[in-house]
């Protein structure tokens, strides 16, 4: 195999991946956390990579593998692990990342953009609430009583159309 200097010359200005806009530029290529067309950052280049990406609403991570039996067969070239749990404890998926990378000795210079990737992909995947209509604060005891007889009144309604399914049922069981 190539060395990681020679293929980053050879990738660094010509990639499927590569994105030019208003003279940055970024790429789009697995094991890359910023996205930055940098050397540190390069998964094709490096031959240890991290890359955080989302699998089916869970958060996954990949290792590279550097084994020289795993490099031509892209496929099996990355180990992945889920990292999503149902109930995340505060720093608990920070510090195993930390640990997989830095505590292992596996680029612990990634470690902390792994775990801004990490807070990133979850704030993508929180659901969102939607916003309630901000109502205007009713002032005055007349507008209070208008108020209060309107909400009287949404909810004469509800309860009259909730009514008149239950009683066709009673009435069709009736016939029968």
Not at 99 to 127: C, E, N, Q, W
Not at 129 to 142: F, P, T
């Amino acid at each position: 195999m190539a060395s990681p200097d020679l293929l980053w010359l050879l990738v660094r200005n010509n990639s499927s991946f590569l994105v030019k806009r208003n003279g940055a530029e970024f790429t789009s290529e697995p094991g890359n956390l910023t996205n930055m067309n940098s050397f540190k950052f390069s998964g094709l280049a490096n031959r240890k990579a991290v890359d955080l990406s989302i699998v089916k609403n869970k958060v996954t991570i990949g290792l590279k593998k550097s084994k020289q039996s795993k490099v031509r067969s892209p496929a099996k070239a990355w180990a992945t692990s889920v990292l999503s749990r149902t109930t995340p404890r505060a720093g608990q998926i920070p510090a195993s990342i930390r640990k997989i990378t830095a505590g292992s000795h596996y680029r612990p210079d990634l470690a902390r953009f792994a775990i801004a990737r990490y807070h990133a992909l979850r704030r993508t995947l929180a659901v969102k609430k939607a916003d309630k209509k901000q109502q205007r604060r009713v002032r005055g005891r007349k507008a209070k009583a208008a108020a209060a007889a309107a909400t009287q009144a949404k909810l004469a309604k509800a309860t009259k159309k909730d009514a008149k399914p239950a009683a066709k049922k009673t009435d069709d069981k009736k016939k029968n």
